[in-house]
């Protein structure tokens, strides 16, 4: 397994606003961008990038596992919905 980059509570925090803008972008909803913010962090502190990522790509792969989870939210409340009209 490749060394993984360091992740600390400061250096996600400087992401902070950056990342909580986009997901409020993609979910329309501060409450629920604040859950993906939050998601996203434990997920750099369980899984974070490999080292040879660098900080500087840090911002993009934040920005990448926000999407992702974002996307994953939007299509479980679709389901929801669906479950709840029928």
Known sequence: MPPRL??????????????RGLARRLLADAHA????????????????????AGT??????????VKSLALKRLRADARRERREET
């Open 33 to 52: 961008a604040d859950d993906v913010v939050q998601e996203t962090w434990m997920v750099a502190l369980e899984r974070p990038p490999a080292r040879n």
């Open 6 to 19: 360091e992740v600390t509570p400061e250096l996600l925090t400087s992401h902070a606003d950056s990342l």
């Open 56 to 65: 500087s790509s840090m911002r993009g792969w934040l920005a990448t596992v």
